[in-house]
């Protein structure tokens, strides 16, 4: 097999720091440290017990014999490991000259320099992760907020290869039914046994659906959303964007026409990355630099994935107004009703009568009036209504999500033969398509320049 070798990786950030990794992964791993490490009890790296910390130094033995870092020397022996090989670990100081002094050593004893993702393809190649779990760890590493944290945490766990392999072994059970009647044509005739197939394969492509459905969520907390706030002059966009940041980020006067240009602000939604934009003001003005400022507006109006539009309560609606109340309908959006503590000319019936089922809540920003509100709508409107993040899985990677899809529709196809009474071996043909995509998922049909592909995009020395 290939990976027989040793590799090996500085796994802690480039920089300065307290402590920096010299990790170590494969057979010659402990013989290396035994070439390279002194402790002061004079003990061999070969007889300290596993996962233990040893104090010592590494010694340039090639050479003049000198010392290189003071360290600490992790030993970790296969198979439990996160490679399942036998794995060392040089704590050594952090910073840069240290570290590859000591990684210099290490390779000059035999190991060679690890490629990216290189000790998580090794933990996937020797059965200690499938492969949905290896990408768990990426996104673990790369995850912004909270919540992706969990969901990165949870599929680590297996939780997202459990219920994917729970879906494949019922397709596999009804695969090796339907081919059984391969062999014994008049079971394909019998009316019975294939209705029973057909509602096996229904129930498990709604399971199926459902895994596919958590993916737009899975996508929205992975890679945020972006949000614009859209409305006419001196409605309160910049007041609600310093609201939602919770500092004076946006200029706010009482001069219509304040916010000349857009302005962006990311914060943390209860675990959703919000990339919120504040917009000029739509109106028809002369002002050469507004009216490139609106002309900007117009342009977020069309590609922000979510709209909060606001009007002012205590002024009847204008022409920009209902301009952006007809828009609206063709967008995600919220409407947010604002200065309710002035006196009310305009209601929230006089925007639904516009569009029915857009949500309307009323603000009053200086008193901090209905911020609450709008948080907890924006994250219902985003994530849908029950919105839990439960012991079920979320689907967040793309590969996963374009494997499900294909699994969908294989078994799709599956059912329409099924249901039209084609052969088994049409049937049979499907399903398998749909049995390798979720195999892809999990690692256990993926192709050799996939998996390059996936590790290549992570951390050298993970
Ligand atoms: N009474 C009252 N005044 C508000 C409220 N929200 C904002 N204002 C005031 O309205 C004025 C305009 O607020 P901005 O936030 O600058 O409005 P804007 O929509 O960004 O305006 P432009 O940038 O000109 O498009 C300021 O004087 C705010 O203090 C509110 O809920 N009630
Ligand atoms: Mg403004």
Redesign the pocket.
Known sequence: MEFHDTIAAIATPRGEGGIGIVRVSGSLAIPIACQLFRSPRAVSPAELPTHTLTYGHVVDTTASGERIDEVLLGIMRAPKTYTAEDIVEFNCHGGIVPLTAVLELVVKAGARLAAPGEFTKRAFLNGRLDLAQAEAVAELIGSKTELSRKIALNALEGKLSETVNRLSDRLASLLAEIEASIDFPEEALDFMKVKTQLQTARAIQVDLMHLLQTASEGRLIKEGITVAIL??????????LNALVQTAR??????????RDTLEEAINLDGIALNLI?T??IRQTTDIVEQQGVQRSKAVLNQAEFLLL?FDA?HPLNEADIELLQTAKSHRAIFIL?????PVVTHAEALRAYCPKKRVVQ?????GKGIEALKIALREELLGGEFVLGESPIVTNARHKEALRRAYEGLNYAIESLANGMPPELVSVDLHISLDSLGDIVGKTTTEDILDRIFSQFCVGK
């Open positions: 409305g006419k002059p001196n409605v309160g966009k910049s007041s609600l946006a200029i706010v006067t009482d001069i219509p026409g304040t916010t504040d000029a003001g606001m205590s604002n200065k309710v503590d002035l603000t009053a920003i200086p008193e």
